[in-house]
């Protein structure tokens, strides 16, 4: 059955760099909900803004700890390219029936296939940087509204 899923984005939150071994911190910690959401770790250079690692939570005040207590996914922050670093979380609104564990897979895959499919690089799987395959189309515009010219997908 297919979810039809509400979701509400939180402002950006800018994380502050540290010297220790943490790399970045986030002052507003225990204003986090505790309550099933996604999340995004990523960076803003000029008007742009681009995602660095996604990931899912059923306690997101709990699993952003765990995050920040990651060497490897904040040591990967800290190598991405330049630019300021934010973290940002969409909670949904679940729906009676619906299984938050179902909902916020779904909401990470579909963020996770977005980014890919804008041609960013995301930094999943305990920070590492995530293998995924780039396909360029040639052809015409009746190909294009099928498939467009560039599609980054993972495995």
């Known amino acids: 059955m297919p979810l039809n899923i509400?979701?509400?984005w939180s402002k950006p939150i800018?994380?502050?760099?540290t010297t220790t071994t943490a790399s970045y911190v986030c002052p507003k910690?225990?204003?986090f909900p505790e309550e099933p959401a996604v999340y995004v770790f990523g960076r803003e250079h000029g008007n742009k803004i681009a995602p660095i690692y996604i990931g899912k939570a059923v306690n997101l005040r709990q699993r952003i700890q765990q995050q920040f207590d990651s060497v490897k996914l904040?040591?990967?922050l800290k190598a991405a390219a330049t630019g300021s670093r934010f973290l940002i979380y969409c909670v949904p609104t679940l729906k009676r029936g619906q299984k938050a564990g179902k909902v916020v897979k779904v909401m990470e895959d579909a963020l996770i296939a977005h980014a890919l499919a804008e041609g960013h690089e995301l930094r999943q799987k305990q920070g590492t940087l995530r293998p995924n395959h780039?396909?360029?189309f040639t052809g015409n515009r009746m190909s294009e509204a099928i498939a467009g010219r560039f599609i980054r997908l993972r495995v």
């Open 6 to 8: 509400g979701a509400a």
């Open 14 to 17: 800018k994380l502050t760099e």
């Open 29 to 31: 910690l225990t204003l």
């Open 74 to 76: 904040m040591s990967r």
């Open 134 to 136: 780039t396909i360029k």
